[in-house]
């Protein structure tokens, strides 16, 4: 069992400001790569540090506890799970995994209970803070009479009817738990003073926490809720011990590539995960005793899968405490933009589109654009027919409904809905269902690849003929992420490139690989060597002595083919700049190897998810001659050999200038958000928490306006500087 132990934290160190270094694991040394899992952990590593952030408000310091812990419970799901399968397997390294899965395992376990014991130790400082400022999160033995009056009256009418609370014995086997089950474990002494065992589940249905009456924001628990109404659960029982707990599962779908109907397959493999293995049991004490063990007993829990917490689990549910209290408690409120070109237009996208290639960048521009050429699309009768790739989207998506009022009106639509989005299989199987019932051609794509990319194709009947227009994102089309989440949305009529999305349509439907496209990369066949062509364009400047740089921003950087070439970019002597949000296993900094490679990693207000590939093209950086791409791909094996992705190379001078002098220049000069990758490992904060002229990003944006979408509003570029 892992006790998770705060005391071992640096005595006095409030605020993380730096990572801890990542050694190499096995092979890892000789081919110079930090683990992708770990890694991965310092990222979220670098999240939790922002509820430790004083520059943000305390709720939203807040809202990064419970991310971290909900971004902890899909790795241990999907990324732990896998590693555990890999040991069990008796798998060793291999070239495409230079470190022992078992070595990894326990780096995992380590790091993982340092970052729950960190939790620990930054959410009772949270909490009082928050108290202080009128929202209060009240323990069992903080209630006045009057409060401790509605928990009983709450209870009998909201828990008690709900809940089934079970004893544990002959009779009555403990009961199957699923995925991201909760409930509390008790120990109980009857009048005759014999003990037995119960446990209480509470549904994911039941709010977590119960706001309480009279003045102020306080809450209690719900497990506290249920604690102290136990002589109406048990009467006459004395509760010699309780605890909360909480089960992980293995949520990795194991899908037969020869199945005839993948629906009917994902289906089947849904309803396997919630029964998977156990791959944590996370539990809300600190010390191990006999009722923990028997706990662990009845549900078949190895001993290095168990978590003591010592506080509070469930961790990812405090963001239902985000809404409470007044304002200063939160991000000031922001409005998007929408794009003033478009407006010029009179709001008709099919016009502003077809003067002028437009990029829209959110969530700093409105995604209501998107959703305006949809519906407009939708309800334009010189409309013929629409393509949509569908990867994420939200139960009720406005993008569902605008394809089913086209098809209902009698449109030609085709919909490629991706069913192997993790966590969105069953919503995405659903929306495929009502979507064919209104009479739209549903598409599930290929067993083998994910369907990744961004993109959507309108053909209009105009007065020249058909004439075709086409979006292509970084990002999903969600209403709701598009509020958080930094994206690019790229509108354009160039025929090239509507072309090229035309047969990659073709190739999602019919699986046949388009030749010859004039312009547009995809993902698996031509993305990876568009790229290494770039890097190889690089080093051969660099070697004869002419202007080079490369510039990328994105969210993992793992392939290791694409990594060793930027090692021998860097070699080269071709100066490097990568702005990563998450994973990165590159070693930036390494004499010899990688010393012109610079990485930084931006995490703030919003999350980081474009991604951007420059490479300069026989000019110093930034410049209009470089080469600049937008992707719907990271650069990761999965990516570049296993989805459908899509390579757009930017053309447009406008949006050529928006993407290089603003989006990358103000990522690259971000201070106040940003960590610096070490050569070790480690990554080290950029900004002094004191250092209130550090230039943001996300400041940045917020505050001023882009180039593309402007439209008569233009009078002159706005670039990013540290002072902005």
């Known amino acids: 069992m892992n006790s998770i132990d705060t005391a071992s934290l640096p005595e006095g160190h409030d605020e993380l400001i730096s990572t801890p270094p990542i050694p190499p694991i096995g092979r890892e040394a000789e081919c110079q790569l930090i683990n992708r899992e770990i890694s991965w952990l310092a990222f979220n590593e670098r999240v939790l540090a922002e509820a430790e952030n004083s520059r943000h408000p305390l709720l939203e310091r807040l809202r990064f506890v419970a991310i971290s812990a909900n971004n902890l419970d899909e790795f241990m799901m999907v990324r732990v799970a896998g590693v555990k399968h890999q040991v069990a397997r008796g798998l060793h390294d291999s070239e495409a995994s230079p470190a022992h899965p078992a070595d990894v395992l326990n780096s995992i376990n380590n790091r993982v209970a340092a970052l729950m014991a960190r939790q620990q130790t930054v959410l009772p400082k949270l ?65 005759k003073g014999s003990e037995s065992n119960a446990v209480i589940l509470l549904s994911s249905n039941m709010k977590r926490f119960i706001n309480l009456p009279g003045e102020g924001n306080r809450v209690i628990a719900l ?41 009917a397959t994902f289906e089947t493999a849904l309803k396997a995960r919630r029964r998977g293995n156990v791959i944590a049991l996370q539990i809300s004490s600190s010390r191990s005793d006999k009722a923990i063990r028997g706990l662990c007993e009845a549900m078949d829990v190895e001993e290095e899968g168990v978590a003591l917490i010592g506080g509070m689990i469930g961790l990812s549910d ?62 334009d009768p010189k409309v013929v027919s629409i393509r949509q790739t569908l990867y994420r989207t939200m139960p009720d998506s406005p993008i569902v409904r605008a394809l ?204 980081e998810h474009a991604r951007i590939y420059i490479f300069a093209n026989g000019k110093t950086l930034p410049s209009a001659n470089a080469r600049v791409y937008i ?23 406008t949006v050529h200038r928006q993407i290089i002098d603003q989006v990358m220049m103000a990522n690259i000069d971000d201070i106040a958000n940003s960590w610096q990758l070490q050569p070790d490992g480690s990554y080290v904060r950029l900004a002094r928490a004191d250092d209130e002229d550090a230039f943001s990003a996300h400041h940045f944006f917020m505050t001023n306006p882009s180039l593309s979408g402007r439209g008569s509003a233009l009078t002159k570029d706005v670039k990013p500087g540290r002072k902005a």
């Not at 004395?238 to 992980?248: N, P, T, W, Y």
């Not at 003067?355 to 209501?368: C, G, M, N, R, T």
């Not at 495929?432 to 067993?447: H, K, P, W």
């Not at 075709?468 to 989440?485: D, R, V």
Request: aromatic share 8%; net charge negative.
């Open 127 to 191: 909490l009082d803070a928050l108290s202080g400022a009128g929202v209060s999160l009240v323990g069992q033995d903080d209630l006045n009479a009057e409060e401790t009056a509605f928990v009983e009256e709450y209870f009998e009418r909201e828990i008690l009817p709900v809940i089934a609370p079970m004893t544990i014995d002959p009779a009555h086997p403990f009961p199957f738990i699923a995925n991201r089950g909760f409930g509390v474990y008790l120990v109980l002494k009857n009048p």
């Open 223 to 263: 497990e506290d809720c249920v604690i102290l109404n136990m002589n109406s659960i048990f009467p006459d029982h004395e509760l010699v011990e309780h605890f909360a707990f909480r089960v992980l599962r293995d949520s990795e779908l194991e899908v037969d590539e020869e199945a005839e109907d993948l629906v």
């Open 318 to 379: 405090l963001s239902q405490l985000c809404s409470l209290g007044d304002e200063s408690l939160r991000f000031p409120s922001y409005k998007a933009r929408f794009p003033e070109r478009i407006r010029d237009f009179g709001g008709d996208c099919f016009a502003a589109i077809s003067s002028k290639d437009i990029l829209v960048h959110h969530p700093y521009e409105s995604f209501d654009v998107v959703l305006q050429f949809l519906r407009q699309a939708a309800e």
């Open 404 to 607: 089913i009022s086209a098809a209902e009106s009698g449109k030609s639509v085709t919909a490629m809905v991706e069913i192997k989005a993790r966590f969105d299989e069953e919503l995405n199987i659903r929306l495929a269902r009502d979507l064919e019932r209104a009479g739209v051609q549903v598409v599930y794509g290929f067993v083998d690849l994910k369907t990744h990319a961004k993109l959507s194709l309108v053909v209009r009947q105009e007065e020249t003929g058909l004439k075709s227009y086409a979006h292509c994102g970084t990002g999903n089309y969600h209403p709701i992420t598009a509020k958080i989440y930094t994206d690019l949305s790229f509108f354009t009529s160039d025929q090239d490139i509507c072309s090229d999305i035309v047969r990659i349509f073709n190739y999602m439907t019919s699986y046949v690989e388009p030749k010859n496209l004039n312009k547009v990369g995809y993902a698996p066949v031509t993305a990876r060597s568009i790229l290494t062509d770039g890097i190889d364009h690089e080093i051969s400047a660099a070697r004869a002595g002419k202007p080079c740089g490369i510039w990328i921003k994105l969210n993992s950087l793992v392939d290791q083919p694409i990594i060793e070439k930027l090692y021998e970019a860097s070699q080269a002597g071709v100066p490097i700049h990568i702005v990563v949000r998450g994973i990165c296993c590159l070693r930036p900094g390494v004499e010899g190897l990688s010393e012109n490679i610079r990485v930084t990693s931006l995490i703030g207000r919003f999350l």
């Open 631 to 653: 992707s719907s791909a990271d650069l990761m094996p999965r990516n570049l050999n296993r989805r459908v992705e899509i390579m757009l190379p930017i053309e447009n001078p």
